[in-house]
């Protein structure tokens, strides 16, 4: 168990929708990191936060966004959804402000288990 | 973008033998990163190693980063092995994954 958690754990819906994942990170995690993991595009970084702060962006789609709330819990939500948004979604926790921290033990991130999400 | 290949892309062992998984990368990046994703899906770090090496039980891990590369190696597989392999290197902002390396471990 890496302490992240991540709910739903599978979440099934129409295309058009809205949906909303949620992350928790691991206590005393100041940073969180988005990720989707699709057959079609493989594992893709989308976004992270540090302490309430957008720090970087990956291939993030606009329809796509996210946010971290004081108490660190992190939402992605994702609108307009089309078939090809079907995929695994990871949240990550770690301890360092910056995607690219050189210090291994302050940086190392933590995942959750993810939420699949199908778009029928 | 920086691109980022994975070989091979699959991978079959008997137990007990060592391998060697590639990660070859296209331009200069910060970081770079070795995962393991079980065949339940869950994602877990095994190495930060932007140059050098660097060893944890049964797994090592090189990168040559000015000749932009990095090796994993698994000595003495074993079944708990099996999974997919990925490579990310990162930059300031972003991060991009290689496709990954699939392996099978045999009993």
């Known amino acids: 168990d890496s302490g992240v958690t991540q709910t739903p754990k599978h979440l099934i819906t129409a295309t058009g929708q809205r949906v909303t994942l949620r992350c928790s990170p691991r206590?005393?995690?100041?940073?969180v990191y988005w990720y989707q993991q699709s057959l079609d595009q493989g594992l893709q970084f989308l976004i992270q936060?540090?302490?309430?702060?957008?720090?970087a962006k990956g291939n993030i789609l606009e329809r796509f966004s996210a946010q971290q709330f004081p108490d660190l819990h992190s939402e992605l939500n994702l609108s307009s959804l089309e078939l090809g948004d079907s995929a695994l979604y990871f949240c990550?926790?770690?301890?360092?402000?910056?995607?690219?921290?050189?210090?291994?033990?302050?940086?190392?991130?933590?995942f959750g288990p993810g939420t699949r999400l199908t778009v029928l | 973008g920086i691109q980022v290949e994975q070989s091979p892309p699959d991978l079959i062992l008997q137990e007990g033998a060592n391998s060697t998984l590639r990660c070859n990368f296209s331009?200069?990046?910060?970081?770079l990163q070795w995962f393991h994703q079980n065949p339940w899906g869950q994602l877990i770090n095994l190495f930060y190693?932007?140059?050098g090496t660097k060893q944890n039980g049964r797994l090592s891990a090189t990168t040559v980063a000015t000749e932009r590369y990095s090796l994993l190696y698994i000595s003495s597989s074993q079944t708990t092995d099996s999974g997919v392999y990925f490579c990310?290197?990162?930059?300031?902002?972003?991060?991009?994954f290689g496709a990954g390396t699939r392996l099978t471990v045999k009993p």
């Open positions: 990550a926790s770690s301890g360092g402000p910056r995607l690219a921290d050189y210090s291994l033990s302050y940086n190392e991130q933590f």
């Open positions: 206590s005393g995690d100041l940073s």
């Open positions: 936060y540090y302490n309430g702060e957008e720090r």
């Open positions: 331009d200069s990046v910060n970081n």
């Open positions: 190693i932007p140059s």
């Open positions: 990310a290197v990162l930059t300031n902002n972003d991060m991009r």
